[in-house]
C-alpha cells in the first residue's frame, strides 16, 4: 500500500492519504497536518480531481494528466521488479557465467579456452569492477600461450628445413623474425634442421585511448597485452584509424623544431624504437616511439606521438607488421 502511494506521489507531484485510489491533498495539509477541506476547494475548484468507475478501473484526472488504474498497476509492478532483491540484469548474469566458466576451464586446464573468454571480458569492459583481476589474470596465461614455446590452437609449429632462414619464415608466415626469436627463447637466429619453432601468424592491431593512457594490443582480435603510454600535450594526439607506415631501430629525431639528432645523443628523445604512421591529410608525422623520459608516461607530455617506455615499445615493435591497424580513441 505505501509502494502504491510513493508511486502515485511521484507521478503526481504530492503526498497521498492513505485510501486506496484516492488523490485529493494537493497543498492541502494544514499546519497540523490535518486536511483543510475548505483550503482543497479553493485550489481545486476550476479542475477538481474526480474518480470515474467503469468495468473495475479507475480513471483519474488532474488538469490535462489522465492516468488508468490498470497503467498505474504496471508502473508499480516495474517498480517492485526492480528492487527484487538478488535479482541481476540478463546481462550481469552472462558475465557471472562466464567467469564461472573460465574458473572450470582452469580447473581442467584448458588454459587457451579460459585466455579467449577472459580476453573478451576485457576488450568488451563489460566488469569495470574486475577489469584489473581479468587483465593479471590474463597476462599470466599469456606467459605460456603467446610468450613461450609452448604449443597452442592459435600457433603453427614448424619444423626447420635445410636452407631455412628466420627472415624468411618470418615472411612467410606474415610475422617479424624478432618475434620468432622471442617466443622460442632463442639467443641468436641461428637455425638446426628438424628444430621445431612456434610462430604466431595473424592480424595485429593496436588500440589506443587517450583518456585512460593506455595501448592494447590484439592479435587475431584476443587480448595480447596492456601497455600504460605518454600522449601529447594540449590533446595534439590525433584520434582515427591508421596504418604503418615505417619501422626502426635505434631512430634518429627530426625535430618539429628543426634539427636533426642521431640515436644516442642526448637531444634525441624518441627512444629505441620507432613505429611510423602514414600520413594523412593535415596529419603528417606521427607515430609510436619510445622515450628518454620515463617519468612522463602516464601524462599528456609529447608533441603528439604516442610514448612507451623502451621494454614495452621493444616488444609492441617485434608484433607489428606493415598491415596492422591502430586505432586512437578519445
Known sequence: MKKM???LGKIFGIGILPVMFVVCNINTYTNTGGFDAEVFA???QETP???VKKDDDV??????????????KKEFKKEVDKNKPGEKPASQKQEISALDTVNK?????????????????????????KQKEIKDQLDKL???????????????????????????????????????????????NRLNIGEQLKILPGKTRILISKRNFTLLLLLNDKYVKQY???TGKNNKTPVGTFEVKNKMKEPVW????????????????????????KDKPNIYGYGIHGTTQPETVGTAASNGCIRMLNSDVEELYDFVTPDTEIVIQE
Request: charge should be neutral; proline fraction near 6%; hydrophobic fraction near 40%.
Open 105 to 129: 576451464d582452469l580447473k581442467e586446464g584448458k588454459k587457451y579456452e579460459a585466455r579467449n573468454i577472459l580476453s573478451d571480458l576485457f576488450i568488451n569492459g563489460s566488469m569495470p569492477e
Open 49 to 51: 480531481i474526480s474518480l
Open 142 to 188: 599469456n606467459e605460456e600461450i603467446i610468450f613461450s614455446p609452448i604449443p597452442f590452437p592459435d600457433a603453427t609449429m614448424y619444423t626447420v628445413q635445410p636452407g631455412d632462414v628466420l627472415v624468411r619464415i618470418a615472411k612467410r608466415f606474415n610475422t617479424n623474425y624478432e618475434l620468432i626469436m622471442k617466443v622460442n627463447g632463442k639467443a641468436s
Open 42 to 44: 479553493a485550489q481545486n
Open 228 to 230: 600504460r603510454i605518454a
Open 254 to 277: 627530426y625535430s618539429p623544431d628543426g634539427g636533426v639528432f642521431p640515436y644516442g645523443s642526448k637531444e634525441n628523445i624518441l627512444g629505441t624504437r620507432w613505429i611510423g604512421f
Open 59 to 72: 480513471v483519474i484526472y488532474k488538469n490535462d494528466i489522465i492516468v488508468r488504474s490498470d497503467e498505474l
Open 5 to 7: 502511494q510513493n508511486l
